[in-house]
């Protein structure tokens, strides 16, 4: 496994042709209502303290390059990309959904993510509801990114997307998921993160699981 904390564009350039069987990313979508966790002062974004912090970021303020997307298809064989609905990809039949069996009406169902033809796999759906997360989250002293996935999604991803021997390349770690989904199916992981704080939070919670792991 190998994490680095740089930017993505620098880690890719250091990768030949085709060099991963599989990237599995969730970049940034450019979405206005992160730009605004910052400023309001009522309603869910005032009392979401995390969102406000990371508004002041602005790490969700401006998609991927062409150059990003065209690095990635370069170094990677076949993608799955969260947050597909936001850009601008070639056509695929292929989709996967996180359905997050969510009771709440004023917060998103599901999330959606495109599937390269390349994986020749039909439309998927994995159901996990999103307060099991968060009692996860709760458990590992609470939620480190704004868009942090389930470990278990990540798993379920590599099961049915991928296969042993596979090299797996993440682009946008964030809060690590896919790095400890990875460590515990055995898959050889090339991942960055840009941002130091998420980084270091990423590798702590990473670090905290291995250990977890050696007391059970």
């Known amino acids: 496994m190998n994490i680095t904390n740089e930017d993505n564009m620098e880690l890719m350039a250091r990768y030949p042709d085709k060099y991963f069987d599989l990237a599995i990313v969730d970049p940034p979508y450019g ?50 990309i969260w947050g597909a609905n936001n850009f601008e990809l070639p056509i695929s039949e292929y989709f996967a959904v996180w359905d997050k069996v969510q009771y709440m009406p004023n917060f998103a169902s599901a999330e959606y993510a495109w ?59 964030g809060s690590g998921s896919i790095a400890i989904a990875c460590h515990d199916l055995e898959y050889d992981l090339t991942a960055c993160e840009l941002d130091t704080e998420y980084y270091d939070a990423a590798i702590k919670r990473i670090n905290n699981h291995k250990k977890q792991l050696k007391l059970l």
């Not at 989250?137 to 990114?145: Q, T």
């Not at 991803?157 to 993440?170: C, E, F, M, P």
């Open 115 to 173: 599937v390269s033809m390349g994986l020749k796999k039909p439309a998927k759906v994995f159901r996990y509801e999103i307060h099991k997360e968060n009692a996860v989250r709760k458990a590992e002293g609470g939620k480190i990114h704004p868009t942090q996935k389930p470990v278990q999604l990540y798993k379920w991803l590599l099961t049915n997307y991928a296969k042993q021997g596979d090299k797996i390349l993440d682009t946008h770690l």
């Open 31 to 80: 979405l206005e209502r992160f730009k605004r966790a910052n400023e309001e002062t009522t309603g869910v974004y005032a009392k979401r303290g995390s969102w406000k912090h990371d508004g002041d970021k602005n790490w969700n303020n401006e998609k991927p390059t062409q150059k990003y997307w065209d690095e990635l298809f370069r170094v990677s064989k076949n993608q799955i």
